[in-house]
T-cell receptor, first 112, second 113 residues
Framework: NAGVTQTPKFQVLKTGQSMTLQCAQD?????MYWYRQDPGMGLRLIYY???????DKGEVPNGYNVSRLNKREFSLRLESAAPSQTSVYFC???????????FGPGTRLTVT | SQQGEEDPQALSIQEGENATMNCSYK?????LQWYRQNSGRGLVHLIL?????REKHSGRLRVTLDTSKKSSSLLITASRAADTASYFC?????????????FGQGTRLTINP
């Protein structure tokens, strides 16, 4: 099992460019999450998907969109990147009925 | 807004000593979890304590929960160099299920050999 995988690992964007962060899990988990982590901070929830076909906003959704492509994959899209979106982005998944979340290795994004 | 507040923000101790980290939160919770993050990596779940539990042990980890004070502590006994990492508490608020976790800002623990 690879667990939760994320691509790319690193990305540099110019202000106004768009990109999609990819996340996949092979644990047959129902719920998936996108977080951002800023320096010296904990994680803040951007969007989540409780199950295939559903998505909901988290604490900091502005400037992002998500797609739950199927049970395995949950992507995060930045339509017009801004320097304030410079951060490390983590994807996580959770098995129905359990509380623990499993995290990917993160994508380090810099917007100049 | 962040629900969890952790202190200290940074802690440096000698190998073999015990490390204690504290977490406070604002609203009623279902569960509180502790996660570890090694530098440049994702978070790894350490231990879960439910709102009706007061203390839980797992290996060298001991977690306490005081719902009246809305606080929790994580004790790591007999620390090792490999325990060097950031530690985060995470809560899921009552009524919201386990869909949304709110993380504290973390304690950065350094174990000196």
């Amino acid at each position: 099992n690879a667990g939760v995988t994320q691509t790319p690992k690193f990305q540099v964007l110019k202000t106004g460019q768009s990109m999609t962060l990819q996340c996949a899990q092979d644990m047959n988990h129902n719920s998936m999450y996108w977080y951002r982590q800023d320096p010296g901070m904990g994680l803040r929830l951007i969007y989540y998907s409780a199950s295939e076909g559903t998505t909901d906003k988290g604490e900091v959704p502005n400037g992002y969109n998500v797609s739950r492509l199927n049970k395995r994959e949950f992507s995060l899209r930045l339509e017009s990147a801004a320097p304030s979106q410079t951060s490390v982005y983590f994807c996580a998944s959770r098995k129905r009925g359990e509380v623990e979340q499993y995290f990917g290795p993160g994508t380090r994004l810099t917007v100049t | 807004s962040q629900q969890g507040e952790e202190d200290p923000q940074a802690l440096s101790i000698q190998e073999g000593e015990n490390a204690t980290m504290n977490c406070s939160y604002k609203t009623s919770i279902n569960n509180l979890q502790w996660y570890r993050q090694n530098s440049g990596r994702g978070l790894v779940h350490l231990i879960l304590i439910r709102s009706n539990e007061r203390e839980k042990h797992s290996g060298r980890l001991r977690v306490t929960l005081d719902t009246s004070k809305k606080s929790s502590s994580l004790l790591i006994t007999a620390s090792r160099a490999a325990d060097t990492a950031s530690y985060f508490c995470a809560t899921d608020a009552r009524g919201q299920g386990a869909q949304k976790l709110v993380f504290g800002q973390g304690t950065r623990l350094t174990i000196n050999p």
